[in-house]
């Protein structure tokens, strides 16, 4: 079975830190591009953050200098460490396996934004991260 299972979601003071993992199961992290994404109550998704296969990375302006995607192939995990959290962080979030074979992020991708919801495949079940005093 084909499967993303997230962990390391909580509640956490604002300044502090979080690492989210995400496992893969039934097929191989490597050959795609993988995205943090999240939701808040009254709010449409957005892609936070994601990775290619290559190790590109694209980050959401927001989130830009706190967060850090990385990838441990030998262990079929993404990660998302996430530093100097802000209440604004608060939300659900969501990893998700996107275009395979999708190696690099051209310059326009770049710009634009790659982390685009509907060209992802498999989805996990969603962690809640709240950030709260």
């Known amino acids: 079975q084909v499967q993303l299972v997230e962990s390391g979601g909580g509640l956490v003071q604002p300044g502090g830190s979080l690492r989210l993992s995400c496992a893969a199961s039934g097929f191989t992290l490597d050959y795609y591009a993988i995205g943090w994404f999240r939701q808040a109550p009254g709010k449409e998704r957005e892609g936070v953050s994601c990775i290619s296969s290559s190790s590109s990375t694209y980050y959401l302006d927001s989130v830009k200098g706190r967060f850090t995607i990385s990838r441990d192939n030998a262990k079929n995990t993404v990660y998302l460490q996430m530093n100097s959290l802000m209440p604004e962080d608060t939300a659900v979030y969501y990893c998700?396996?996107?275009?395979?074979?999708?190696?690099?992020?051209?310059?326009?991708?770049?710009?634009?934004?790659?982390?685009?919801?509907?060209?992802?495949?498999?989805w996990g079940q969603g962690t809640q991260v709240t950030v709260s005093s």
């Open positions: 998700a396996a996107g275009p395979p074979g999708k190696t690099r992020y051209s310059d326009y991708e770049l710009l634009t934004g790659p982390c685009r919801s509907y060209e992802y495949n498999y």
